[in-house]
């Protein structure tokens, strides 16, 4: 893990957004009220021609990027994931899934740590309602320099995106950014007994955890899977072949994210034992966003207690 | 032909000869025929509103649009956007008319192996413009559309047709809102209204009204015709072209025009007739005598 200082990854969507409008006149930029926090402020400041607020109105929003898109744009749409998935689902799924539109749904705000705002304003259900859209690639980066890549590498790629942002500063755990976001599931530390796969602000927990596990004596194998959808089957079944079993984390519900990606690919390729750590199929509340994730049990020590708890009840 | 100059020299595709009001009504009543044919071979879809509007879709399709059926990517035409995506198969015969695919093609509407689905498919069908079915959205992706034509300096106007019951669609006035607020001079909205709906009369079901001055108050420069008036239609549109900012005509139209048992009756809004209902609504188009 990098000693430099922890920055959010919705600036590095600010950032990244503002140089893809620097290398392509094809990319417009859409907000909705929420450019601020968001950080697609700075793209609207330096292209103001090709920057769309819509105000407080997320579905015209998602449709008038799709309108951009069908015009051969490649728009990058950004609001808080509550809004963007919840508010406005049915816009991206007929508007933009469907028909494959190349619009980046890029939501900033995921999960829990949106903190005080409380449940109103936290995400724990964009995944899972990304995730089963068709056409639709699902991306949660873990940390700044990823995030830069990722929005970078979007801009190539075919037919929808969603990238989702969070509010808190997170550790860097790639020293530079990568070049793009590869198969989708990175191998950051190797082990042997226990496969942790971790997205967004998990990851740098979950080598936390991993590191205490270790003075345990027992080997955790970390994993970002920063695609969630299409997931690196690959990578996530050799991990689990080889460990015999695994735990999923991530800032979000324990129903349709991550934790049942992974699922299905153990389901289909090598049925081991996987604990899950999430959400648990109830709403956010107010609270600063480390409290909150004591409280919601999203701690590195509460992914040592489940890693423990699957290695123990685990017939491998 | 277009003579690539800009503004191109109208019209259009017919050879350049533009069609009379007597040729234009004919081609409506053309369309009213294939959409009772397509719905009642398919034996489903929605023939009133398809039928309320032809006389719209045929004005634009056959006089006012500059388009290339043999192009139908050609980056400098104009923009038919049906944000109503369940009035279909009025487009549909429009496209075939047209030219865009075989006549053939209609009658296999919504069946399995046909590129003519239920809503439009931007990716199945030549010539249409964006998926459309979910209703409110449509004029929010032409507005979007329509920015994106003008960043690239490029000629066409966007013609968007809209139902009245649609306009009860929160979406839509999020659209109508970001339209004026971006000054577009190059969308026309058209609302066929019919001033009927799935469960009824629009003003028993959530009185839309006055869609005019609701246009007005939102920025936009609005006009309301007979829509069924096709020289008034044409004008219309026509007028809409040159307006300062987006303009709005309001339609007023009978749903299910031009089959007297259709006429202003609500069932008609998503039933296929029978063989024998078809073939009576076809001898009324084609002004046969009972």
Sequence with gaps: MSEQKPRATREAYGEALLELGRRHDDVVALDADLAGSTKSAAFGKAFPDRFFNAGVAEANMMNMAAGLAVGGKI???????????????????????????????????????????????????????????????VVVPADFNQTFAAVLESHDLPGPMYIRTGRPAVPFLYDTPPTGLGRGADVLREGTDISLFACGIMVSRALDAAEILA?????????????????????????????????????????????????????????????????????????????????????????????????????? | MSTGTFPPAKPRFFGGTPLDIQELNEKASLLRQEVVRMVAEAGSGHPGGSLSSAD????????????????????????????????????????????????????????????????PDMNKTPGVEISSGSLGQGLSTAVGVALSMRLDGLPGHVFVLTGDGESQEGEIWEAVMAAAHFGLDNITVIVDANGLQIDGFTKDVMNVEPLSDKYESFGWTARTVDGHDMAAVVDALEWSRGVAGPAAIVARTVKGKGVSFMENEAGWHGKAPSVEEAARALRELRGEEE
């Design chain 1, 75 to 137: 728009p990058y749409a950004s609001t808080f994931a509550v809004f963007a998935t919840g508010r406005a689902f049915d816009q991206i799924r007929q508007g933009i899934a469907q028909p494959n539109l190349p619009v980046r749904v890029c939501a900033s705000h995921g999960g829990l740590t949106v903190g005080e705002d409380g449940c109103t304003h936290q995400s724990i259900e964009d995944i899972g309602l990304m995730r089963l859209l068709p056409n639709m690639r």
């Design chain 1, 215 to 316: 003075q345990r004596d027992i080997s955790a194998e970390v994993v970002n899977v920063s695609v969630i959808k299409p997931i690196d089957i690959d990578t996530v079944a050799a991990s689990l072949e080889k460990t015999g079993c695994g735990a999923t984390a991530e800032e979000h519900s324990i129903i349709g994210g991550l934790a049942d990606a992974v699922q299905e690919v153990a389901g289909e390729l090598c049925p081991v034992r996987l604990g899950r750590l999430g959400v648990k199929d109830t709403f956010g509340k107010s609270g600063h966003p480390e409290k909150l994730l004591e409280e919601f049990g999203l701690t590195a020590g509460d992914l040592v207690s489940l890693a423990e708890h699957v290695l123990a009840t685990s017939n491998k």
């Design chain 2, 56 to 119: 719209i879709v045929a004005a634009l399709y056959f006089q006012v649009m500059n388009h290339r059926p043999d192009d139908p990517k050609w980056p400098e035409r104009d923009r038919f956007i049906l944000s109503k995506g369940h009035c279909a198969p009025v487009m549909y015969a429009a496209l075939a008319h047209s030219g865009y695919f075989p006549l053939c093609d209609l009658l296999n509407l919504r069946k399995i192996d046909c590129h003519l689905q239920g809503h």
